[in-house]
């Protein structure tokens, strides 16, 4: 069980990036679970890993400290649950997730851990993810 995250499950891509926040797009969905709002994209094509990408609104959180502490949970959290899911429920994940933290105050770890492992078992139930907005 490796606990890592690569530089290849980060998304840093622009353009995957912008196609992920377009109002319009009719291949990206969009789930909720609170504090995070979870856009991703299905596609044909799977790769190993999805890659994914963290955003803390700066209208909310003002100080770099606070987004990046969110910020350092949030893939923390991800690196822990991530090989709980890894085999065949790993195929069912999307290609691209963006976690966009909706809360207003800094939640604990603990509760920011408890609400990634019900994200990643959202995903790896639900076969047609594909349908969902």
């Known amino acids: 069980m490796k606990f890592t995250f690569p530089k290849s499950e980060r998304l840093t891509q622009k353009k995957i990036i912008d196609s992920l926040f377009q ?14 709002r979870v856009l991703y994209r299905c596609s044909d094509l799977k790769s190993e890993s999805p890659q994914i990408l963290i955003s803390v609104p700066k209208r909310k959180f003002k100080k770099a400290v606070d987004r990046n502490l969110i910020k350092r949970r949030t893939r923390e959290a991800y690196r822990l649950t991530k090989p709980e899911f890894q085999g065949l429920a790993y195929n069912k994940l999307p290609d691209i997730m963006g976690f ?14 408890k609400k990634m492992h019900q994200i990643f078992t959202a995903f790896t139930k639900n076969e047609n993810l594909k349908n969902e907005v």
């Open 23 to 36: 109002k319009d797009s009719q291949i990206v969905s969009q789930r909720f679970f609170y504090p995070f």
């Open 100 to 113: 966009i933290y909706i809360g207003t105050d800094i939640e604990s770890f603990e509760l920011i851990q």
